[in-house]
């Protein structure tokens, strides 16, 4: 007698049935993080068939545009294009981090890879992306800041 199919809506059930592992790594312009996913793809996701089907997200978190007052103390006036090139500048900054770990991936053609990039404070938005994704492993690299640093 056969087993009825899984439920598409439950993340458990799918799990269950031998889908892949959804693990999220975090990714930033750091060497850190890039030698984090470059440690995943080699410890974790590996070549061997158990791996087939696992799933890689690339999350890069962009800290949000500082609120600055229309005028500094010392008279600088923040124009919306000096705010747009700020903005634009941020966008290229997360584009070339995730560019730069599909790179990386494109060594693992087994691995189903996407992207996410989301604003906000990273260890929140980290948190509550891995939670939201029901992922099964999160990766992050460390910066190896001290206690004065942290």
């Not at 990273?122 to 910066?143: F, K, N, Q, W, Y």
Request: glycine share 6%.
């Amino acid at each position: 007698m056969a087993s009825p199919a899984p439920d598409a809506a439950d993340p458990a059930a799918a799990a269950d049935a031998g889908a892949g592992r959804r693990i999220v790594v975090a990714v930033d312009e750091s060497e850190e993080s890039m030698h984090a996913l470059s440690w995943c793809l080699a410890n974790v996701v590996s070549s061997s068939s158990s791996s087939a089907g696992d799933t890689l997200v690339l999350l890069h978190v962009r800290r949000p545009r500082p609120v600055y007052a229309a005028m500094d103390s010392s008279g600088y006036m923040m124009s919306s294009d000096v705010m747009a090139t700020m903005d634009k500048y941020a966008a290229a900054v997360s584009a070339a981090a995730v560019d730069k770990a599909k790179h990386i991936c494109a060594a693992f053609p087994h691995v189903n890879v996407e992207t996410l990039v989301e604003s906000g404070d990273p260890r929140d938005v980290i948190c509550d992306a891995t939670e939201r994704m029901a992922a099964d492993l999160l990766i992050m690299g460390s910066h190896g800041y001290g206690l004065i640093q942290r």
